[in-house]
């Protein structure tokens, strides 16, 4: 167990609509990532935040946005749905100042299919 | 720009030998490199990571991965493999400097045949 929480596990949507994926960090991290992954793209890093702040930015799409709330938790939030978003999406968090040697630790992820 | 190759799609090995997955990287100085490993239904699993110091590092469940800076690589190896090895497996990089997010290969899935 990583301790890395995420919620729901599986979401089942339409095209055009919004939903929100919900990652809990391990205790004591400070720094969340979301990933990405599809059959086509791989596994691609969209954002990262550190103690509520956002620190990079990757290959997110503009109708993707992200938020890191006091408690550390961080919801990722994707608006006009299209089938081509159907992935998992990934929330990794790492400790101290999310210094880049240290790992990052996966959550189970949250499965999208877009009907 | 970082990135990562990892060239084979897919490796065989038969139980009891040793396996190799392969791993080349680019980045701008030196790197931090990762390697995960991925079981069905399951978020990516940390393995084991170079930093600096010695070239051959070794992680968990008996895996350890050889940092060859000439060559660019980081190939993950295990001198005798198990059927629940079998799973897909990830080298990332990230670079010391800027900002810290993995940049990851394409992943290489083990098969391990018993």
């Known amino acids: 167990d990583s301790g890395v929480t995420q919620t729901p596990k599986h979401l089942i949507t339409a095209t055009g609509q919004r939903v929100t994926l919900r990652c809990s960090p391990r205790?004591?991290?400070?720094?969340v990532y979301w990933y990405q992954q599809s059959l086509d793209q791989g596994l691609q890093f969209l954002i990262q935040y550190y103690n509520g702040e956002e620190r990079a930015k990757g290959n997110i799409l503009e109708r993707f946005s992200a938020q890191q709330f006091p408690d550390l938790h961080s919801e990722l939030n994707l608006s006009s749905l299209e089938l081509g978003d159907s992935a998992l999406y990934f929330c990794?968090?790492?400790?101290?100042?999310?210094?880049?040697?240290?790992?990052?630790?996966f959550g189970d992820g949250t499965r999208l299919s877009i009907l | 720009a970082q990135s990562v190759a990892q060239p084979e799609d897919q490796v065989n090995v038969a139980e009891g030998n040793p396996l190799t997955v392969k791993c080349t990287y680019s980045v701008s100085g030196n790197p931090y490199l990762f390697w995960y490993v991925q079981y069905p239904n399951r978020g990516l699993q940390f393995l084991l990571k170079?930093?600096?110091?010695?070239?051959l590092v070794k992680g968990s469940y008996g895996f350890e991965a050889e940092f060859n800076k000439s060559q660019t690589s980081f190939h993950l190896k295990k001198p005798s493999a198990l059927v629940s090895d079998s799973a897909l497996y990830f080298c990332a990089v990230s670079a010391q400097t800027g900002a810290n997010n993995l940049f990851f290969g394409t992943g290489t899935r083990l098969t391990v045949i018993p």
């Open positions: 990794a968090s790492s400790p101290g100042q999310g210094r880049s040697n240290q790992p990052q630790h």
């Open positions: 170079y930093i600096t110091g010695d070239n």
């Open positions: 205790s004591g991290d400070l720094s």
